[in-house]
């Protein structure tokens, strides 16, 4: 387990395709992380939101995420995107996840 800076990110933003960078249509709740080149499509990371691990895949590449351990969480809509802000969370691999 370690400790990763999470910001927030949502496909219903002005400029924003709907798409992620493996080429998943954002239209459904999905449970989808950006994240940089240092982990690849498909990394499935256990987050630690609210006292509840819940489960999320690498789908995705943030522009401005440079850094291991930053992650953008997927959220339905700008105004949750704002909401969370930037804050440390506990991550940790899925448990059935081999590298």
């Not at 496909?11 to 080429?23: E, I, K, N, V």
Request: proline share 2%; with cysteine; hydrophobic share 35%.
């Amino acid at each position: 387990m370690w400790t990763m800076i999470a910001t927030a990110y949502t496909a219903s933003c002005f400029g924003c395709s709907g798409y992620t960078a493996s080429g998943i249509r954002l239209d459904a709740p999905y449970h989808v992380v950006a994240a940089s080149r240092h982990w690849a499509i498909g990394t499935c990371f256990e987050l630690l939101i609210d006292g509840q691990w819940t489960r999320y895949t690498v789908e995705d590449r943030g522009k401005k995420i440079r850094r291991r351990n930053r992650i953008d969480i997927l959220v339905s809509s700008e105004a949750a995107a704002r909401s969370w802000g930037r804050r440390p969370i506990q991550v940790q691999y899925c448990d059935d996840y081999t590298l």
